[in-house]
């Protein structure tokens, strides 16, 4: 169905685990076309992925807010890859240069949830500052400051802190199998499962569980608030859709903070404002900001 | 002794609690003289400080690098503030706007830490992405990501986050006013002090102390990689001289690490390597940011 004759458009890939989500916009939030795609091999999936732009293209730019981990230093040779994930066959994909090269465009690359955390700055709940946390099967956590994507050495993996447990809370070892009891072995979906064997929407409203789920992620929130000073703390993913988990983080965040930091008047935690979309906008913003880049 | 020809100068403000250091120089780290005066009413110390650069200007624009809390939003009418902070008379000090209108040239302003963060990361211990950790009679820390400052609603206070306590670990309260048993008010200088009636230095190798505070401070850096996964920490401060401190927690950190974080092969602890000068070289470089931006 090549039969666009319309100016160019951005591509934009959402690249996940299990699906891919692949769209073309006139900018990050006028989608012209989308489609999903499972995640199967990298040779596969990418060959889809090229016809699938190819029939909807010509690209300005492509943007990837791809699994991880991944290599976002530009100067490495390895940047655009997946590095060294657990997913059969993935390691090492350099899914930003095979389809450059293939669709013959600038490609912006960054992590899902750096690219969530964008498109959630800047067009949904808002901030030039902002941390996207999802709580699901794990903890994804990306971080824009001064209206970029953080990124150093790596990418954040604030999943994986330390959160405080209590005196009489030491008996659970945690899920996590690089670090055991780290937020995302006392929080995530399977944590909590393996814990109490049942998801926290189906435990009942006074079961301790709340208590502690709610705890840990208020400890994440403070850590986040008071590292990076962020703005807005969006909180999503599917243990977030237990009744009351929202609003019990939020007061117990900031009750961790005691009035303290600065600029806490101004810092809020949120629900997700693009719903499902936040990962596939931020992919296009990531591809409006590499076409802009090429261009500079 | 106004008797400079020479063409105007950097100047440069380290603005602590008990003294500001001020230095004029023709790049963040070429400086031709410096100064040190005792903080004492804003009113005075401004003064005073506005002499002494007349004396040793004009200047191309100041940096001030500043004790806080501060206001570093450049939308608020508030920017370039001191605010709340508890030491007297200093609370809601317009110190950018004094000084520049006094001495007639564009301001950078910045919190100490960060400051002395992107000095650290631009002249010393390097990375394109650094933390900056003092532990003294606080536990202050500035971070730089992507070449910037962190800023966002406010500004760092990694100090206040929470650190997690072993089971056999909750006898002695904390010595925060605000949190208790925060960062800063377990492994802060008076801290120690107050928890086992001696500086850390002072008590000897074999005492628990040592083994409690490379632990919590090993938790600060692993919780500062995995959040903005910067490539450098520059551990500083009175506590940090304390012999084997630094190494033990190096180590500690890497453990807690466990191999997962990704780009950890890029990531060091490190002491810090411009010494007492990364707080004035970095209030330079705030003036040198300043200069260009004023000219962009």
Chains 1, 2 share one sequence.
């Not at 040779?77 to 450059?100: E, N, S, V, Y």
């Not at 964008?118 to 824009?144: D, N």
């Not at 055991?180 to 064997?197: F, V, Y």
């Not at 990531?286 to 090429?294: D, I, N, Q, S, T």
Request: glycine share 14%; charged share 15%.
């Amino acid at each position: 169905m090549a039969s666009r004759d319309a100016a160019p458009l951005l591509g934009g890939i959402e690249a996940g685990g299990t699906k891919f989500v692949l769209a073309v916009g006139l900018s990050p939030r006028e989608i012209v076309s989308r489609t999903v795609i499972p995640t199967t091999t990298p040779e596969h999936t990418l060959a889809e992925v090229t016809r699938w732009f190819a029939d909807h293209g010509p690209l300005l730019s492509l943007g990837i807010a791809s699994f991880g981990p991944v290599e976002l230093d530009r100067a490495s040779p390895r940047w655009g890859h997946i590095t060294d994930t657990p997913k059969p066959g993935w390691a090492l994909t350099d899914i930003a240069g095979q389809l450059g090269r293939a669709l013959a465009c600038p490609v912006g690359f960054d992590t899902d949830v750096n690219g969530a955390a964008l498109a959630e700055a800047t067009y949904g709940a808002g901030g030039s500052s902002l941390a996207y946390i999802t709580v699901g099967t794990g903890i994804g956590v990306g971080i824009v400051t001064g209206r970029q994507t953080v990124h150093g050495a790596g990418h954040p993996e604030m999943g994986h802190i330390f959160p405080r447990r209590d005196r009489d809370d030491f008996d659970f070892p945690g899920h996590c199998p690089f670090h055991g009891d780290c937020m995302e072995g006392l929080a995530s979906g399977p944590a909590i499962l393996a814990r109490w064997g049942a998801t926290l929407s189906d435990l009942p409203p006074g079961h301790p569980a709340h208590t502690y789920v709610a705890g840990y992620l208020a400890q994440l929130c403070h850590t986040a608030f008071a590292t990076v000073a962020v703005e807005t703390i969006v909180l999503g993913g599917g243990v977030m859709q237990t009744p009351g988990l929202l609003d019990a983080v939020r007061e117990r965040t900031f009750a961790l903070g005691a009035e303290y930091l600065p600029g806490r008047s101004r810092q809020q935690i949120v629900a997700p404002k693009l719903g499902q979309d936040s990962g596939i906008s931020g992919a296009l913003q990531l591809a409006a900001r590499a076409f802009e880049g090429a261009n500079d």
